[in-house]
């Protein structure tokens, strides 16, 4: 590839792969506003939060929807099968991002806007 052909590609790249914060952000249309500071500060239109698999926290009980999460654990001991119970408060959620948190964004590369929050950096 000629130095010119990179140049073009690298320039493409920084049109669909873009770092900026969260302006604001929709959970229940998860769609959100992104700032992008490189490119003079523009605030995108809203675009589209990728759903990702939902994440065990911990929890201080407080949280609503903590829950308990247990896990047995079943192991010979002494040439005797023994059973120990081990267990912690947890919170399972969606990720969501939040104002002013950073995120990588994939955009598509005909320009019109429209593109995904891909995740947290």
């Known amino acids: 590839m000629t130095g010119d052909k990179k140049k073009e590609v690298l320039e493409v790249l920084k049109e669909i792969v873009r770092i900026g914060t969260v302006h604001a952000y929709?959970?229940?249309?998860?769609?959100?506003?992104?700032?992008?500071?490189?490119?003079?500060?523009?605030?995108?239109?809203?675009?589209?939060?990728?759903?990702?698999?939902?994440?065990?926290?911990?929890?201080?009980?407080?949280?609503?929807?903590?829950?308990?999460?247990?896990?047995?654990?079943?192991?010979?001991?002494?040439?005797?099968?023994?059973?120990?119970?081990?267990?912690?408060?947890?919170?399972?959620?969606?990720?969501n991002p939040k104002v002013n948190t950073m995120v990588l964004c994939l955009y598509y590369p005909d320009g019109g806007g429209d593109g995904y929050v891909l995740g947290e950096v």
């Open 26 to 95: 929709d959970p229940a249309k998860r769609m959100a506003r992104v700032k992008f500071d490189n490119l003079g500060g523009i605030i995108s239109p809203p675009i589209k939060v990728l759903s990702r698999p939902r994440v065990i926290v911990p929890a201080d009980g407080t949280m609503e929807g903590s829950k308990v999460a247990g896990t047995t654990l079943k192991y010979d001991k002494n040439d005797s099968l023994s059973t120990e119970s081990h267990t912690h408060a947890a919170y399972v959620t969606d990720w």
